[in-house]
């Protein structure tokens, strides 16, 4: 019965099924209320998500200055700093139109940067072109400063930008465009490599390898995976006839950020083998100018593209044709390929007729929503579907409908836009987008929600009011910004990541809002099966873990529900990683790490009542005595998104993330407390590990006490042991670097505390937080305490078992077993200060001469274990207790951290996935293997192990079979591919060590660091 529950329990936790009508749905005219008297045409919009803060958003449209003129010329973006719910306009963007503010303009954020980048047309052109498309930056959305002009060029056609920030922390950027200053006018992608630098450079390249007729279409559409495949999609035209133009629909593709020689050539079509694979031929639709020709609407060329975040090989587009050939409707079309372009399903998966500006976006959870504008019945509605089955059935919703009158047709075309825009939020599982519609705010207008006005309005006649509310204004088109996500109110379950006060909390937004989510979550550790009391903050009482042959851990969570609803079982998995930043994590007790929580209808909140047992010493996981924990919970509608923790670290699952902050069926305590002797000048010493859970060599940046901690450096100090030899650790102001940081890499943080707080003070925290550019990724809480000379030598006796336990277990030390039994012994008995002195007195000496002889042996000593030992026999020597109790803790430390440090140095089963993730992207990305049958089955090979891990069908114990099976495929990679470089020696130490998990993830990760370095990209 028990397995059954477990195999359960992994069904509900890994399938992303949902029912297609749970959800929320938010609407918001974007219009600000000082801009209530505005009537302008705000048509063609766009957004832009900023990933480093998600609740940063920056919108364009063809939206006027409401200054009117101005000197420099400028015209608005809107932006928004509470995700969506309120929006300014703010003047920065370098063009002038009276009436529009600019041509064309869209904007991305970068990853991790902060930086908005933005294609335009500026107005005015320059001289004597008929358009000049400008490329734009700022990392100041709020301020006044106009944009900066990275580069300008005449002729090119609707510039769509697209951002990204690999791992390396750098910016890519994207403009695709149709530039019509080329002969012929060709589909074209501006691109830097280097976006964020401070003088970026910047390319052009002609994506179009075939001769089109007369020119492409004006839309050249991306999509970018966070790993650095790139697809791009465009329609080539290849006849004319009046208005009706014919086409191919042509994708693009590139694996490794467009940064080789030849760019989006990865995908060739194979009946002319030329770059650009051509999905359908033959399409025929109607281009019809500057006139209306659906509704008030011009119609021409429209095309989309998406790539799952959670597979690369997944791929979704959508064009506009008239079907059958020659008819007159203009409908959208939608196919998918699921090999990474090179293939497509034969008929449509879905076809909307009369309508316009397709979009498709793809969740965490692998849904998919499809957003677009149609005419019916003389109404233009904006609609988004939703679907988990390639539209064979779809949640639909119509966001706004108004009849094509009204407004009547502006001043200019397009009359709603030549694109909408939707997107997925960063990691996670909302939909967002932007449409332009009437904003005659009449209810019926909004069949789903009635939106969130900004502007003035009077809701007992449904009309638009002037700024002094003292006249009406006359209805015109303005953006909407939308927000669904497709989980009901009463089906979202949530684990708090954050906890200030009963009034203060998480409520289960997505992203969090506190970027501290790893202090007070509610998920915490308990040393006996009782759930503990919750203080008066409603916070719950976490104890720090002890060894297991003191008793076992256990691990509690409490899981709100949003609102009441339908009796649901709410399932969790619990994971535990080392103490410290960028650690995989790992099951916390194998096949025992799963539990659930029974909701009644009428319940808000459930909290665990018998927690999940859990032991210390665990070679699969973790081999030190501070850990951070984590939990995953599912509800029946309600599913964790993707990727799973589960051999993964957040910040670094797919690309540069926010894994937590972001789901909110995820959290994590990364939270350690140490107590020391107040008024001792020795001081405390504590330590963390810091991974490198990136993919890639890279400099890892940690602030020191962010937010204000009013703890002066003057009273503490940090260092760092590891690392010597692959570079240098400093720390520059408040930010530790750790430079030269290769994949899987440790290095131990060191934080020396020398003042600490009186005796019935709370706690001092010293925050940790892993950031890359401006994106917080992870962080930890070291919480120092004073407390009397009892409850720090229970704690120090604790720290001393451990160590003692992992000498005669781990390293076969027998002289061990004896101080490893006393000192629980001890424990167990219950202690005094007259029992801990004694302790010290007896066993002090015979400690440190055990751990001095051990480290001896290893022939370094890089945490000064030594040191610090006969620092201990002092102490003990001169009886001054209370520094021998600080002296003691130090050393039992030292000697833990120094244990892990050997342990690690050969291998760690928690890099498992980490390591075939880093092999698996340098095949894939490689210049080296590319085309080759080979690496593309090595890469389809690590993919299924990854996958099945994540899904727990695999474990730590498969990886032997999986390397043995795969090894004389890799090597038939190098020596075909690589035959001037001899890998012998890595393929014979992986063989030498198939017998063991541990060392063979070493042996792995050594061949592919070699691998990495002879090959190209």
């Known amino acids: ?255 490794n950020w467009a940064s080789g020689a030849n760019p989006f050539s990865a995908l060739t079509d194979p009946g002319d083998g030329i770059a650009g694979r051509i999905v359908i031929s033959g399409i025929q639709f109607t281009f019809s100018g500057n006139n209306t020709a659906l509704g008030q609407e011009r119609i021409g060329d429209k095309v989309t593209i998406a790539v799952d975040p959670n597979n690369n090989r997944n791929v979704y587009i959508a064009w506009v044709d008239n079907t059958p050939t020659g008819g007159a409707a203009n409908n959208i079309h939608i196919r998918r390929s699921t090999d990474a372009g090179a293939n497509w399903s034969a008929n449509d998966l879905y076809q909307v007729n009369n309508a316009i500006n397709p979009d498709i976006a793809i969740n965490s959870l692998g849904e998919v929503a499809f957003s677009y504008q149609q005419l019916t019945g003389g109404n233009w509605l904006s609609m988004i579907e939703r ?165 076992h851990n256990f691990v509690f969570a409490r899981v709100h529900r949003k609102a009441m609803g339908n009796a649901a079982t709410v399932n969790m998995l619990f994971l535990k990683s080392e ?168 290095r131990w943080i060191e934080l020396s505390v020398y003042t600490l707080p009186a005796l019935n003070a709370g706690p001092v925290s010293y925050l940790f937080e892993e950031r890359v550019n401006k994106m917080k990724i992870n962080g930890f809480d070291i919480n120092v305490k004073s407390g009397k000379l009892a409850e720090v030598g229970e704690e120090n006796l604790g720290e001393h078992a451990f160590a003692f336990q992992r000498l005669l277990k781990e390293f076969g030390v027998s002289d061990a077993e004896t101080q490893a039994r006393i000192s629980l012994q001890l424990l167990q008995g219950g202690l005094n200060e007259s029992a801990y002195t004694s302790f010290l007195t007896k066993n002090g000496a015979e400690s440190v001469k055990i751990i001095n002889d051990f480290i001896n042996k290893q022939g370094s000593d890089p945490f000064a274990v030594v040191a610090a030992g006969n620092n201990l026999s002092d102490k003990i020597r001169i009886k001054n207790w209370n520094q021998a109790a600080m002296a003691h803790g130090n050393f039992v430390r030292r000697v833990n951290a120094c244990l892990s440090y050997l342990d690690k140095s050969g291998g760690d089963r928690a890099d498992i996935i980490q390591t075939i993730r880093w092999f698996k992207d340098i095949v894939r990305r490689s210049d080296t293997f590319k085309h080759s049958k080979i690496a593309e089955k090595s890469i389809e090979q690590a993919g299924n192990f990854i996958t099945r891990f994540s899904e727990r069908k695999l474990s730590s114990k498969d990886y032997p079979s999986f390397i043995e099976k795969n090894q004389p495929m890799w090597e038939e990679l190098v020596k075909k591919h690589i035959p001037n470089h001899n890998f012998d020696k890595f393929f014979s130490a992986m063989k030498q060590n198939l017998k063991d998990p541990k060392r063979l993830q070493k042996s792995h990760c050594e061949f592919t660091m070699e691998l990495s370095r002879n090959v190209k990209f």
């Open 1 to 255: 019965m028990k397995e059954i529950k477990r195999i359960f329990v992994w069904v509900i936790l890994t399938l992303p099924v949902l029912p297609v009508w749970s959800q929320q749905v938010q609407i918001v005219n974007m219009i600000p209320n000082a801009q209530s008297n505005e009537t302008a045409q705000d048509r063609e919009p766009n957004l832009a998500i900023n990933p480093a803060t998600p609740n940063q958003l920056v919108g364009t449209a063809f939206t006027p200055n409401p200054l009117g003129a101005t000197v420099p010329p400028s015209a608005p973006i809107f932006f928004s700093l509470d995700g969506g719910q309120t929006w300014v306009l703010n003047s920065i963007v370098p063009s002038g139109s009276l009436t529009s503010g600019t041509g064309d303009i869209t904007a991305k954020f970068g990853t991790t940067t902060n930086w908005l980048y933005s294609g335009i047309l500026r107005s005015p052109a320059n001289a004597g072109a008929a358009r000049t498309m400008d490329i734009l930056r700022t990392d100041s959305i709020t301020g006044i400063g106009l944009m900066q002009l990275l580069s300008t060029r005449d002729q090119p056609d609707q510039p769509y930008v697209y951002a990204a920030t690999p791992d390396d922390g750098v910016d890519r950027m994207y403009v695709g465009n149709n530039d019509l200053g080329v002969a012929p006018p060709s589909a074209m992608v501006d691109m830097s490599l280097n976006g964020s630098a401070a003088v970026p450079v910047l390319t052009s390249i002609v994506v179009e390898r075939r001769t089109p007729s007369g020119q492409d279409g004006p839309p050249v559409r991306l999509a970018i995976h966070p790993d650095g495949t790139i697809y791009g999609i465009y329609v080539q035209r290849t006849a004319s006839a009046g208005i009706i133009r014919t086409a191919n629909i042509v994708v693009i593709r590139d694996d």
């Open 387 to 551: 679907t988990t089955n390639d539209f064979v059935t779809r949640a639909t919703n119509t966001l706004n409908t108004f009849p094509d009158n009204t407004p009547a047709g502006g001043t200019f075309f397009p009359y709603l836009g030549d694109y909408a825009y939707m997107t997925a939020m960063p990691t996670g599982k909302d939909f967002c987008g932007v449409f332009s519609a009437s904003n005659d705010p009449t209810p019926a207008r909004f069949p789903t929600v009635q939106p969130t006005w900004q502007r003035n309005i009077n809701v007992a006649t449904n009309q638009l009011r002037n700024l002094t509310n003292t006249a009406n204004v006359a209805v015109s088109i303005d953006p909407y910004f939308y927000r669904v996500s497709p989980i009901a109110t009463n089906d979202d379950f949530y684990v708090r990541d954050w906890t200030t006060t009963a009034a203060s909390k998480d409520l289960g937004e997505e992203p969090s809002t506190n970027p501290v989510f790893y202090h007070t979550s509610d998920i915490w550790n308990r040393r006996s099966n009782t759930t503990g009391t919750f203080n008066a903050n409603d916070q719950p009482e976490n104890q720090d873990p002890r060894p297991i042959a003191a008793g």
């Open 579 to 746: 103490f410290g930043t960028g650690s995989n994590y790992q099951l916390i007790n194998g096949v025992s790490s799963f539990s659930s929580l029974a909701f009644a209808a009428a319940d808000v909140q459930q909290t665990m009542t018998s927690g999940v047992q859990w032991d210390l010493i665990d070679p699969a996981a973790v081999t030190a005595n501070h850990v951070c924990i984590a939990v995953e919970i599912a509800g029946p509608n309600d599913p964790s998104g993707n990727p799973t923790l589960l051999g993964r670290a957040p910040g670094w699952s797919n690309g540069t993330d926010l894994l937590v902050i972001s789901d909110n069926n995820k959290a994590q305590r990364n939270l350690q407390v140490y107590t020391g002797v107040d008024g001792n000048s020795d001081g405390m010493t504590m330590y963390a590990v810091a991974h490198n859970a990136a993919l890639f060599e890279r400099d890892m940046h940690i602030l020191l006490n962010p937010y204000g901690r009013k703890n002066s450096r003057d009273k503490f100090n940090v260092t760092v042991v590891g690392g010597k030899e692959s570079g240098r650790n400093s720390v520059h102001g408040d930010t530790l670097i750790l430079s030269g940081m290769k994949p899987c890499e440790n």
